[in-house]
């Protein structure tokens, strides 16, 4: 079975500050690895995506994510976000393998301060 | 390419009653993929469709089925509707082959039940 953790419910930061969304998994085998942002009233919008390969993986908007294995984690970044940025943050993972069940963290609500 | 598009955006419904939702998949996608979406539970897999089979199946009561058609869109049902339905319903096209394809979602049905 997986798990996706996602450390902090909401986060707010001033317009222009980094930012840093944390996410953590479990699961027993390899693992594929995802952040999807959702807007209000809208769907969700993959961000960027991690299969394989480097560890530092780059997504639309100016979001990157770093895959590290022995933390399990899959913490996503920013180094300076918009207000256009405020939105809420899923991290999901799936197994693969021709599996297309997305099993998602409870999501992080980011709020960013003009 | 035109995106996920679902019907009917909204709903209310009442206690007892059916429902049966629809989701049309980006062209040539052959992989439907339905989420339910609750503040309380998150976004949850109800299950997967890849050429009119069920390929995976999420852990819900047996009131929610779905079914694909032969040109790839896909209805999902619930019966007996009971107030915890009261969720936004996703659904997600692919194209479905391969280790792993990138999942596109719709905007969403949001579902009231009273």
């Known amino acids: 079975a997986q798990s996706v953790t996602q450390l902090d419910s909401q986060v707010p930061v001033f317009e222009e500050a980094p930012v840093e969304l944390r996410c953590n998994y479990s699961?027993?085998?390899?693992?594929?690895l995802f952040w999807y942002v959702q807007y209000p009233n809208q769907g969700l919008q993959l961000l960027l995506k991690?299969?394989?390969?480097?560890?530092l993986v780059k997504g639309i908007n100016g979001f990157e994510a770093e895959f590290n294995k022995s933390q399990t984690s899959f913490h996503l970044r920013k180094p300076s976000v918009h207000i256009s940025d405020t939105a809420e943050y899923f991290c999901?993972?799936?197994?693969?393998?021709?599996?297309?069940?997305?099993?998602f963290g409870k999501g992080t609500k980011l709020s960013v301060i003009p | 390419k035109a995106g996920v598009t679902q019907t009917p955006r909204y709903l209310i419904k009442t206690r007892g009653q059916q429902v049966t939702l629809s989701c049309s998949p980006i062209?040539?996608?052959?992989?439907v993929s339905w989420y339910q979406q609750t503040p309380g539970q998150g976004l949850q897999f109800l299950f997967e469709?890849?050429?009119?089979?069920?390929?995976n199946k999420g852990n819900f009561p047996g009131r929610f089925s779905g079914r694909q058609f032969s040109n790839s869109r896909s209805e999902m049902n619930v019966s007996t509707l009971e107030l915890g339905d009261s969720a936004l319903y996703l659904c997600?096209?692919?194209?479905?082959?391969?280790?792993?394809?990138?999942?596109?979602f719709g905007p969403g049905t949001r579902l009231l039940v009273l």
């Open positions: 062209s040539g996608h052959r992989s």
């Open positions: 999901a993972v799936s197994s693969g393998a021709g599996s297309y069940q997305l099993t």
């Open positions: 699961s027993s085998v390899s693992v594929y």
């Open positions: 991690y299969l394989s390969g480097s560890t």
């Open positions: 997600a096209s692919s194209l479905g082959q391969g280790d792993w394809e990138t999942q596109y």
């Open positions: 469709y890849f050429s009119e089979t069920q390929r």
